[in-house]
């Protein structure tokens, strides 16, 4: 079957199993090695991507089904002022320690921001619930978050 | 050889239901169960073994609409969805906040939930508790079944080999108040231990309606009729001081197992306090 839609802006079309992981066609096919697979059954968030700005466990998502949709990798998040944010923010708050989670959580912080860019700490908790870090034991990340929503005028 | 796997993607409804009646395609909405079912080895294709229908774009089935009696929500929308409909009960959108995590909730459907047909769905016993009907649909028509009656066992249901979920009806009833609990090891992501259920109705003093249902400590949701009926319109006052009594009413109907994630004395011990905390709650209310 043949499946168009766009990855990081770029349209794109793709002839293959409609019931493909969306995991393995952006990392097989287009090489965006951002997209991580922890647990592969929708558990952990290490696959997180935005399809039409929501955020998405790739891994659980048949290929097939995000047709005509936008589908935003951390590759092409990591272009943006507010990945910047993102970034200079969990730095500071020690938000990152191995890594293998955090292209997940900065997607998860990016769907919870743009719907919410006040967050309270509960609602940002909720916002990461999705995603497991095995190393910082969350505090980090949550405040990473938080110094994020932060930011004068990107949200 | 890898074999591709044979999928349909209908562009309208009535498409469905006939690619569903020509090939017993198996309808796939979110794909969030049905994805973790089939899986396969890491960088396999999963692989239902049969054909797959993708019903999740229909339009026809994503949608809540209300009416003067019902509300009438299409099998495919989203839970995320939901949680921004106004018409939808609040007790459904708690179980729903409830319910795995935002991403799981951006893709899965209620409908989904529904006819996975799980002990442990977590929507069921909210959904046995508003008496919701189903509504059927195959290319000849539609029926419309109560949802007690759709659920037969673990993973089974009457739904037949040409039909399709179309709707979830959710019939208008006033209730004074309600209560959900979800019994998990965590708050996201927890499958439940057990969930319950409530529904009240407190007109001058008396219990007008109560129905309490409780998913994942039996085969289907548990709930009584028979036992509700007890309590209606029996004086509050003479209720009161029993209600340790009338939880231990569901005791024969609380036949939960033991798995990976509870035990059978577990569930049935928390699972008898949860319905006498709610009978507490419930006759402590003014009105």
Redo the contacts between chains.
């Keep these: 079957m043949k499946i168009k839609f766009t990855v990081n802006g770029r349209p794109e079309t793709v002839d293959t199993d409609p019931m493909r992981r969306l995991l393995d066609v952006l990392r097989d096919d287009f090489g965006f090695l951002g997209v991580k697979e922890g647990c592969g059954e929708g558990e952990c968030g290490a696959c997180s991507v935005l399809v039409n700005g929501e955020i998405v466990f790739s891994c659980i998502t048949p290929v097939g089904t995000v047709e005509g949709s936008e589908i935003l990798t951390i590759e092409g998040y990591r272009n943006t002022e507010r990945y910047r944010a993102i970034e200079a923010a969990m730095e500071e708050a020690g938000g990152v320690q191995c890594g293998f989670c955090t292209p997940g959580f900065v997607l998860a912080a990016e769907a919870l921001l743009r719907k919410n860019p006040h967050p309270s700490e509960d609602e940002i908790r909720e916002g990461i619930s999705g995603n497991l870090c095995r190393c910082t034991g969350y505090s980090g990340i949550v405040e990473g978050i938080k110094k994020a929503a932060e930011s004068e005028g990107v949200w | 050889m890898v074999t591709?796997?044979v999928?349909y993607?209908p562009g309208s409804l009535e498409e469905a239901y006939r690619l569903r009646t020509d090939t017993g395609a198996l309808p796939?909405a979110?794909?969030?169960d049905l994805?973790?079912r089939y899986?396969k080895t890491?960088?396999l294709?999963?692989?239902?073994g049969r054909p797959?229908l993708?019903i999740?774009?229909l339009k026809d089935l994503r949608r809540v609409e209300e009416r003067a009696e019902e509300v009438r929500i299409g099998s495919c929308t989203t839970y995320?969805e939901l949680l921004s409909q106004k018409a939808v009960p609040e007790i459904l959108k708690r179980c729903i906040t409830l319910l795995?995590?935002?991403?799981?909730r951006?893709?899965g459907t209620v409908g989904g939930n529904i006819c996975n047909s799980s002990p442990a769905g977590d929507t069921l016993p909210v959904l046995h508790a508003l008496e919701c009907s189903l509504v059927l649909g195959n290319i000849r028509g539609e029926r419309t079944v109560p949802i007690d009656r759709f659920i037969t066992g673990p993973g089974e249901n009457a739904l037949s080999e040409d039909e399709i979920l179309k709707e979830i009806v959710i019939p208008k009833a006033a209730f004074s108040g309600w209560c959900y609990r979800k019994i998990g090891t965590r708050?996201?992501?927890a499958l439940a231990k057990i969930s319950f259920a409530g529904l009240y109705l407190i007109e001058s003093g008396e219990v007008h309606d109560i129905r309490i249902a409780i998913g994942a400590v039996a085969p289907t949701v548990v709930r009584s009729r028979e036992i509700e009926k007890t309590i209606i319109r029996i004086p509050r006052t003479s209720l009161q001081r029993s209600t340790v009594e009338m939880a231990a009413r569901y005791r024969p109907l609380i036949r939960p197992i033991t798995d990976q994630r509870s035990t059978t004395g577990y569930r049935a011990g928390v699972t008898l306090v949860l319905i006498e905390q709610f009978l507490t709650a419930v006759l402590q209310k003014k009105g």
Excluded: K, W
């Excluded at chain 2, 294709?45 to 239902?48: A, L, T």
């Excluded at chain 2, 795995?100 to 799981?104: E, F, Q, R, V, Y």
């Design positions: 591709q796997n999928v993607r796939l979110g794909g969030t994805m973790v899986r890491a960088g294709v999963p692989d239902p797959v993708f999740g774009h995320t795995a995590s935002p991403p799981i951006n893709r708050r996201a992501n």
